[in-house]
């Protein structure tokens, strides 16, 4: 079966992946295994909500994933963070928000 989405990661979700790799590995294992199954399966396949400005954010215990949909197949993820309270805070939905359109000026035009 061919995947519905590409999970495309900024450079600062990327680096917060691989730290979380080094912390903390069945966090790690959890965020990647739900963004894999997001990406065959479709968000409904996985713990994902809508949070604002387009933002949403998939959940694997207390790893969140915030991304945006980029061009109907593609999820581009701006933050990775652990979190322990039910709320988004509103800086991390900042940051993601500011590290996506960041890395759609530098890599998608």
Same mark, same amino acid.
């Given at each position: 079966?061919?995947?519905?989405?590409?999970?495309?990661?900024?450079?600062?979700?990327?680096?917060?992946?691989?730290?979380?790799?080094?912390?903390? /590995?069945?966090?790690?294992?959890?965020?990647?295994?739900?963004?894999?199954?997001? %990406?065959?399966?479709?968000?409904? =396949?996985? *713990?994902?909500?809508?949070?604002?400005?387009?933002?949403?954010?998939?959940?694997?215990?207390?790893?969140?994933?915030?991304?945006?949909?980029?061009?109907?197949?593609?999820? /581009?993820?701006g933050i990775i963070v652990l979190k322990k309270t039910?709320?988004?805070? %509103?800086?991390?939905?900042?940051? =993601?928000? *500011?590290?996506?359109?960041?890395?759609?000026?530098?890599?998608?035009?």
């Amino acid at each position: 079966m061919d995947k519905l989405f590409r999970a495309e990661f900024t450079n600062e979700a990327f680096e917060q992946l691989c730290k979380l790799q080094k912390s903390n /590995i069945a966090d790690y294992k959890k965020i990647v295994k739900a963004v894999a199954i997001f %990406e065959k399966f479709g968000k409904d =396949a996985c *713990n994902s909500r809508p949070l604002k400005s387009g933002l949403f954010e998939i959940k694997a215990d207390q790893v969140r994933a915030y991304y945006k949909y980029y061009e109907n197949s593609i999820i /581009i993820i701006g933050i990775i963070v652990l979190k322990k309270t039910q709320k988004a805070p %509103e800086r991390y939905i900042e940051q =993601a928000l *500011n590290n996506i359109e960041r890395y759609l000026k530098e890599n998608k035009e």
